[in-house]
């Protein structure tokens, strides 16, 4: 199947016109100045013209060789088909190249041939001898330049369409991730902010309320957008963190170290949130006395490497096995569509006691 053809790409008719002309005029013009400086004497003009319109029939002919060409590709050449196909057409354009020779040079005698040329037949038939392995040459010629064109397309045309295959993939793992926000999470909000009316706590309740419709609302918003600047992803982490703070009051320390420079850097979008709410889930929630969650970034060697930390219970041994998140799963899955092999995702406990998640991908302002 051909590549599909961008409007503003040239069209190959131009492009065939354009390469049969230099080579008619590079021979007209090379002929011409060669026989004249040896000191022949030809009808000059009639020459030139001779020689340039000689290879109209073969600048006619590319259309009809790269369809066959693509009917009848040069890799299959162990059908008989093919070879069948392309040798009968090399000599058909071949017949007619040489009558369309004869009979110019017939008409026109621009080599001053004296008393003229041969009769048509003669003349026609001695051009079709002489030029046969020209024609098999120009013909191999035109399939070859004609299948590396084709592969070219073809290869800009499969590349196009991963790039989009892959755009498309990361917009479906970016909404579903946002649509694997720990349920939890809303309900328990829901329940927090119950608690706070009935306990009267009316300004803590329509804190907690405005944060939970922010944290909403940007998951919403930003559902087109693949990366974002890290200080608007920072923001929407501690939006979330915030929330979580009223559930779980002094029993959630956070603390970010974050420099100022880096905010401007673009990082995937909703790449910190699902690393924070493990570390609410998985490390904050199981203690009775709470804990604390670090946010951290730094640029190296052209990367940039995010890294979020609780104090929380260490990783069980085999945790790769037996503890496969989706929503850790769901961020390998996107960085990986996003930036192929050049990223790093990395969970390990940390000493003397604790949970640290890093990725790490190219720095880009």
Known sequence: MDAPRTRSETPRWIWTAAIWSFIGLFDAIQNVFVMRAEGMHHVWVDLFVTILL?????????????????????????????????????????????????????????????????????????????????????????????????????????????????????????????????????????????????????????????GLSDFLRRVVEDSSRQQVPLGEELDFALKYLDIQKVRFAERLQVSVSVPRELCPAQVPSLILQPMVENAVKHGIAKRVQGGAIRIAAFRSNGSLTLSVYNDGPGLPVGWEQTHSGIGIANVRTRLQSLYGEAFDLTMRNQEPGGVEVSVSVPFKE
């Open 54 to 210: 000689s290879w109209l029939p073969w600048a006619l002919a590319t259309p009809l060789v790269l369809r066959l060409g693509r009917r009848y590709p040069p890799m299959y050449w162990k059908r008989l088909s093919t070879w069948g196909t392309h040798l009968a057409a090399c000599a058909a354009i071949g017949v007619v190249y040489a009558a369309w020779v004869a009979s110019m040079e017939g008409l026109m005698n621009p080599w001053a041939l004296s008393p003229g040329p041969d009769p048509f037949p003669q003349l026609w038939l001695h051009k079709f001898s002489n030029g046969l392995l020209s024609y098999l040459f120009l013909y191999g010629a035109i399939l070859l330049v004609s299948h590396m064109l084709d592969s070219r397309a073809r290869l800009a045309h499969q590349e196009t369409e991963t790039a989009r295959l892959n755009e498309q993939l990361s917009k479906a793992q970016l909404n579903a991730l946002r649509r694997q926000i720990e349920p939890h999470f809303l309900f328990n909000t829901l329940n927090a902010i119950a608690g706070l009316v009935r306990e009267k706590r009316n300004d803590a309740a329509v804190s907690m309320i405005a």
